[in-house]
């Protein structure tokens, strides 16, 4: 009996779709213009087909609170906003469900909008998954972006290199040029010694002319 209740739970385990971990992306960190709309994206990762039962959900916690509030949830092929929330009249859904897009659009941003969005996505059977969490930054001039700033610094010292290795280059040419330019005029003038002393030696006469005579 026991053998037997051990087989069918195995059996039924196998048939059964098996729960899997399901992956939820969202930007790190936005920056906007106050007055303007933008984009918080929201995709998952699932080993499965999109599910018709997929769903995403939406959570926003004002910077200096510790509460989240619920803003957004799409479920049953259908988006919901919270009507009594910050965000009632200016949230859109933007996402496309099917391509695992629940991505949503915030309009007429205000500095009391800055704050910590999260994502929760589920994909049945695939519910198990670690909500993914973006910040907004509402600005009145929007900042300079730290890679900016970094790839500016970079380039201004590549560039410096690469002078410097051109300069270093340079000097190295004139040198050699300069080396060997006084090395031939040397080898010029010890030329030139030699033919005028050669010119000046007297012709001696033939040790045997007196004999001979």
Not at 52 to 77: A, K, L, M, N, Q
Request: hydrophobic fraction near 40%.
């Amino acid at each position: 009996m026991l053998a037997f209740l051990a087989l069918a739970s195995i059996a039924l385990v196998g048939i059964a779709p098996q729960c899997q971990a399901i992956v939820i992306y969202t930007g790190w960190e936005r920056h906007a213009l106050v007055g303007s709309d933008v984009r918080l994206s929201c995709s998952f990762f699932s080993w499965r087909w999109t599910s018709e039962d997929v769903t995403f959900s939406w959570s926003y916690r004002p910077d200096g609170s510790r509460d989240s509030i619920s803003i957004f949830h799409f479920t049953g092929g259908a988006p919901y906003v919270d009507n009594k929330g910050p965000f009632r009249d200016r949230l859109e859904f933007v996402g496309n469900p099917g391509r695992r897009d629940g991505s949503i659009l915030i309009k007429n941003l205000d500095f009391s909008d800055n704050g910590t969005f999260t994502c929760d996505a589920k994909n049945p059977p695939d519910i198990v998954g670690r909500p993914s969490s973006v910040r907004l930054l509402v600005f009145e001039n929007l900042p300079v972006q730290a890679g900016v700033i970094t790839g500016a610094i970079i380039g201004a010292v590549l560039g410096l290199l690469v002078l410097i290795v051109v300069i270093y280059y340079l000097m190295r040419f004139l040198v050699a040029r300069r080396v060997f330019n006084l090395s031939v005029s040397k080898h010029g003038k010890k030329g030139k010694g030699k033919e005028g002393s050669q010119q000046r030696q007297p012709r001696r006469t033939p040790p045997f002319s007196f004999l001979s005579s």
